[in-house]
């Protein structure tokens, strides 16, 4: 049987299977992910899966990186000195980008696995670190301490996103007194 022709505004296997590993994120712990439960949901077969990933781990992994790559982690960061308006119109407005938004939120959330979750923590972190120009080892114990401190609530707030009972309203999550008080807190001990 030949192989089926691409039509131009088809979406391709690779992006049917990245939307069926979200869409699966969503609905269902990381560890009960198959390769056969995603490649159904995305409405190809094993074969197709295996021909872009090795196994669930490969498809996370790379997707993962994709996301964190792209300006998300950014916006976490300028939210620290943008006006609220800013983050939140630009997020609403854009919906390729409140998408990635979304998907970050899932990465920090009850379906994801610790080394997913780890991977996002080290993304905010190393642009944290970057946008404030933050020497680590300059940096005071304490210092490290409001660092870590900060990232688990602003991670804790992207989980809760996530979970479709909490789902906090994306103006709290980005309001101007919340990233001025992450950003005094940090700066404040950076000098400490």
């Known amino acids: 049987m030949p192989r089926p022709k691409y039509q131009q505004d088809d979406k391709t296997a690779r ?3 990245i939307k069926a590993f979200w869409d699966s994120i ?3 712990p990381y560890h009960k992910l198959t390769v056969l439960g995603i ?3 995305a409405g190809l077969n094993r074969n197709t899966f295996y021909y872009h990933y090795e196994s669930i781990d490969d498809l ?3 997707v993962v990186v994709e996301t964190l790559m792209r300006d998300l982690p950014g916006i976490l960061v300028s939210q620290l000195n943008l006006e ?3 983050v939140v119109d630009s997020l609403l407005a ?3 980008l409140r998408e990635r938004f979304d998907h970050v939120c899932l990465l920090a959330g009850k379906n994801s696995s610790p080394e997913l979750q780890e991977m996002l923590k080290t993304a905010i972190a190393d642009n944290w670190k970057s946008f404030l120009s933050i020497d680590m080892e300059t940096f005071s114990y304490e210092g490290r301490l409001a660092l870590e401190f900060c990232l688990g609530g602003v991670f804790s707030l ?3 996103k996530a979970d479709p009972e909490a789902n906090p309203p994306i103006r709290d999550m980005f309001s101007t007194d919340f990233g001025k008080s992450i950003l005094s ?3 404040r001990l950076t000098k400490g």
């Open 158 to 160: 992207l989980g809760l």
């Open 185 to 187: 807190t940090i700066t």
């Open 94 to 96: 854009d919906k390729s």
């Open 84 to 86: 609220e308006g800013d």
């Open 39 to 41: 490649s159904k949901k």
């Open 26 to 28: 969503e609905e269902m």
């Open 15 to 17: 992006e049917k299977l």
């Open 60 to 62: 996370a992994v790379k």
